[in-house]
């Protein structure tokens, strides 16, 4: 029997086939493909009981065609060489679907975050970083790192620190890493970006009719029924999303612990206190425990939203999968023989690529903001305010009505720094898919969203190389 593809042969296997439905130089479609630089440090550091520890942590940075290069940390068992390089490459193409200007690049670090005190993670974190610095892996125009399994704004405030500390005299030097804490110059909306981006394409893909009614399925996100895996920062935000502004009806969740179903409904904040009150979400009121986390994944659904780790979705249960419409809200969780069967089923699988794009997407905001110095908003907010008070008195004068305080208060609003970034985030999403749909509805059947995503990707990186030519 052939040996598994590892998760980055799995990527450059989706790569390989949507390259073949473009006529790039084979030269340049390697070098798209390639990892630029990839590197291991090991590392010690002292237990809080005086032992000492040998850390392994990775940094692969994909594609140097645009800098700096963007993409998260995370702290995780399953960190290896090849999981950083599969994410890192994922970033890139992620990064090219939303049109955000950075290359790609993942980092790990091979630990049980939640073995450890938090005296212990503050100086594995500011450790890594000081190694990241030395092999200039970070900075706010080379390599740009944010959260992602295990890690948050915690690690990301220690990691601008330990930065600043390291280079004072960069006066950007707080864009060296995004999802920071508000405080220390992070963004509004950044923690809940992710599961808020999956909500705006999936309410996007759902309101074309047409492609719903492909799928058997009616228009608009309100009474479909979804079922989530893991509610992490991720999950929990895109079911919390699709519930409280989709309509959407949670029918299933999944977590480490097992799965629950309710075809009437599982309120999301009530499941998320039952969880930290219980330690599971086993035994949640009016929902059934399922016999194991993998029934979770075959409910009977429209939406399957895996948003754990990667590999969730295989050839061992892809056969079962009943749901319509795949979002994958982790990276890799769908394998790419388990995607091509989807493709055969009909079943509509939204890429991560895509449809999790919107935590990069606000890091990008945050990182202008970090290089602008410059809350979003603080110029204009008050100047539009008045320019439309202006308006609506005129408006009065002319007809006659006097508007109430409440209309008043409504219409003319200058916008705070979460408006303009959830906006931003929005448009973001939808002319994204839009963009991979004309790409999807071209291939007239011949490949499936995943690869029109990836064509959409390479295209664009392939452009960024002939534009600027190759260094001779
Ligand atoms: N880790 C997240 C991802 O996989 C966010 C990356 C970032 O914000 O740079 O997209």
New binding site residues.
Partial sequence: MSEPLTFFDQVNRNFDKAAAFTNHPHGILEQIKQINSVIHFAFPIKRDDGSIQVMHGWRAEHSHHKLPT???IRYAMTVNEDEVMA?AAL?TY?CAIVNVPFGGAKGGIRIAAHEYSEGELERITRRFTFELFNKHFIGPGLD?P???FGTGPREMAWIADTYSTLAPHDINALGCV??KPVSEGGIDGRVEA?GRGVFYGLREVCSVAEDMRGLGLSPGLEGKRVVVQGLGNVGYHTAKFLQEDGGAVIVGAIEHEGAIAKRTGIDVEALMAHRRETGSILGFPGATDLASRELGLELDCDILVPAALENAITMDNAPRVKAKIIAEAA?GPTSSEASDLFFERGVLVLPDAFI??G??TV?YFEWLKNLEHVRFGRLEKRFDEQSARRLLTAIEHATGRAFSDQEISSIARGAEEIDLVNSGLEETMIEAYHEIREIFKRGGGAYDLRAASMIDAIDKVALAYADRGIFP
């Fill in positions: 963007k993409g998260g994410l970033m992620k740009v944010a959260p992602d995004t999802a992710t990276n999790n794009a935590g990069v890091s």
